[in-house]
């Protein structure tokens, strides 16, 4: 059973709400950080990312976490940020592309992650995990959302969509890429219950961006037990939830930096050895998100495509084992057999000549970069079944890194819980 919670949050005032909301912290440097900044001094990068105005200091320094309260507090007293005067939920709209996505901002206990009724397929690395348990204990606040799934038995997600039919949004802002923002609250008796019951019947949730956040919140609850400053609401943290079949999924690109000691004929002959059959696809529309598979049947088949030297192949071969769900990923195969196998790169997290782009953006990003010398080779990925997702986490699998790449991409700064 989903237990979901009611909280009063601290929102951008009306007339601050197109500026104050940003991308998160974990999608920009600390340069790209300043820049936007500079350009928007109202951003709540201010927050997430306080390291972004203090490039002389180390970016764990105590001083950080301190100037992230401090500003914080700042867009409190000034008005810039106000607290709903009593506890309710939130709905949550994107646009994109004309695509709409709708989700329901709430808290969820920690001991539901804690427990597995909230499950996660990656595996979260400890430096990003400590700098953002720092960060919300010294803020005193979940300054950014995890992205939660959920099986709809029915009702859910009609209920949610109905509570925005013909209503202002309480807070609306649209990004530079022109996806639309909006959140409107909820303080009905009734429907707040409504949903909490019909959320009773879902099972189980599953974190599909944000495992980070959702571990450094449990952190952040253990160490103000063991301290002696454990309130309620730290005990929760903020989510919003989406219908598992109501988001989009996208697979996420590699780059390599080098072919190690292969000439690229040398390197088609050793995929075409390895049993991968390899065709050419020359020049494609860099301005398409997908390049179209080849025509495989009814038996499943990994299929990729590589760019190098200006042009893109597709390299495909049929599973050998569909029961293995995260050894037949087409990611996993990529890893063992071609990146680690073929050139060597064994660390898929840590490997400097390894990078990753998400799979939303354009191929002619990957063009670029490659035709620029920068990277030698690309690969564009398929995506991975949303559904296959939620059988790994359901089967305590950990996907590799940089599996999944999920849509609606939420902003830091519309809705923030507070846990002091």
């Known amino acids: 059973m989903v237990q979901i919670y ?3 949050a601290v929102r951008p005032e009306r007339r601050y709400s197109e500026k104050i909301p940003s991308v998160p912290y974990d999608v920009v440097t600390a340069e790209e950080a300043r820049e936007c900044i500079e350009k928007n001094p109202l951003s709540f990068l201010r927050v997430s ?11 764990h320094d105590d001083r950080v976490y301190e100037r992230a309260r401090e500003v914080f507090d700042s867009m409190l007293a000034d008005g810039q940020l106000q607290r709903d005067p009593e506890p309710g939920m939130y709905v949550y709209r994107a646009v994109q592309d004309g695509e709409e996505f709708i989700g329901l901002v709430c808290c969820v206990a920690t001991e539901d992650y804690e427990n597995r009724q909230i499950r996660r397929h990656e595996l979260t690395r400890y430096d990003k995990e400590e700098d953002r348990t720092r960060h919300i204990d010294a803020v005193g606040a979940n300054t950014g959302l995890v992205f939660l799934l959920y099986r709809d038995p029915g ?3 009609s209920c949610t969509h109905s509570l925005i039919d013909g209503t202002e949004p309480d807070g609306s802002t649209t990004t530079g890429s022109g996806v639309l923002h909006q959140v409107y609250r909820v303080t009905d008796e009734a429907v707040l219950s409504r949903l909490e019951d019909l959320f009773s019947a879902v099972p189980e949730t599953y ?5 980070h956040r959702a571990k450094s919140a449990v952190n952040v609850a253990e160490r103000r037990r063991s301290d002696g400053r454990f309130t309620e609401e730290a005990g929760k943290f903020m989510v919003v939830l989406f219908a598992h079949d109501r988001v989009r999924i996208h697979g996420y690109s590699r780059l390599v930096s080098d072919l190690g000691n292969f000439t690229l004929p040398g390197f088609i002959d050793a995929l075409l050895t390895a049993g991968w ?3 050419p696809y020359g020049k494609v529309d860099a301005a398409d998100y997908q390049i179209p598979p080849l025509a495989t049947g009814e038996d499943p088949v990994h299929v990729m495509h590589f760019y190098l030297e200006k042009t893109w192949y597709e390299v495909s071969r049929p599973v050998r084992d569909s029961a293995d769900l995260i050894g037949s990923l087409d990611v996993s195969v990529l890893q063992k057999e071609v990146l680690e196998g073929m050139l060597g790169i064994s660390d898929p997290r840590g490997d400097p ?5 998400g799979g939303a953006k354009p191929l002619s990003g990957l063009e670029r970069l490659v035709d620029s010398g920068e990277y030698a080779l690309a690969v564009a990925m398929q995506p991975v079944k949303v559904e296959t997702v939620l059988a790994i986490a359901d ?3 950990v996907m590799p890194p940089k599996s999944t790449w999920f849509e609606p991409k939420l902003l830091s700064g519309l ?3 507070t846990i002091n």
């Open 49 to 59: 990312r306080p390291d972004a105005e203090l490039p002389d200091i180390p970016p």
């Open 415 to 417: 809705v923030i819980h």
């Open 353 to 357: 000549r390894l990078n990753y782009m």
């Open 155 to 157: 009702e859910i997600f």
């Open 395 to 397: 089967a305590d699998g």
């Open 277 to 279: 059959n390899v065709r």
């Open 207 to 211: 974190i599909a961006d944000g495992h």
């Open 6 to 8: 009611r909280f009063a």
